[in-house]
T-cell receptor, first 111, second 113 residues
């Protein structure tokens, strides 16, 4: 599985936007970029995924670089409930391959 | 209506015992997984099943044996439990393919004493 690199931790103020970066320089053409998060004492939760184009959903936006070697998860207005570990994961197309989790980014939201 | 449910939520047992963790998904997914999260919070894949067939078996001791009676269930049986097996175990499911999202259960916290 292609590897991703994320900062270990980030802080944000409540109600401000948060940009969580991810580098994936060895991404292949058929890899989807997935983001999951894990709130304290809960299982991982799907956030968003994309292939080439930017994506928006009710939780977040995903901005994908033109060369696909990096991406950014955008939380438009962070709340205290968004404090979690955020994982950027590459998932190969057309396979039953598992999600391979790295160490993720611990997001702290300050009131 | 819980999408992926695991039972029990907590499990405390003595070394040497045999225990099982059950997982059920009601999403109609064809692929199910077991993950282990250790004390350092690192999530590691253990097994992956697609349509009841074992797809991935990472380096896991033979004491761990997954069983999939049907596509909606993937149970994890652990023999001769050891202290190092203490962790949180997560079940997950998805459709096959990279363009699909996975759903995770709430986890089973196993403590071996």
């Amino acid at each position: 599985d292609a590897k991703t690199t994320q900062p270990n931790s980030m802080e944000s103020n409540e109600e401000e936007p948060v940009h969580l970066p991810c580098n994936h320089s060895t991404i292949s053409g058929t890899d989807y970029i997935h983001w999951y998060r894990q709130l304290p004492s809960q299982g991982p939760e799907y956030v968003i995924h994309g292939l080439t184009s930017n994506v928006n959903n009710r939780m977040a936006s995903l901005a994908i670089a033109e060369d696909r070697k990096s991406s950014t998860l955008i939380l438009h207005r962070a709340t205290l409930r968004d404090a979690a570990v955020y994982y950027c994961i590459l998932r190969a197309s057309g396979s039953a391959r598992q999600l391979t989790f790295g160490s993720g980014t611990q997001l702290t939201v300050l009131p | 209506d819980t999408a992926v449910s695991q039972t029990p939520k907590y499990l405390v047992t003595q070394m040497g015992n045999d225990k099982s963790i059950k997982c059920e998904q009601n999403l109609g997914h064809d692929t199910m997984y077991w993950y282990k999260q250790d004390s350092k919070k690192f999530l590691k894949i253990m097994f992956s099943y697609n349509n009841k067939e074992l797809i991935i078996n990472e380096t896991v001791p033979n004491r761990f044996s997954p069983k999939s009676p049907d596509k909606a269930h993937l149970n994890l049986h652990i023999n001769s439990l050891e202290l190092g097996d203490s962790a949180v175990y997560f079940c997950a499911s998805s459709h096959i393919g990279g363009n699909t999202e996975a759903f995770f259960g709430q986890g089973t916290r196993l403590t071996v004493v």
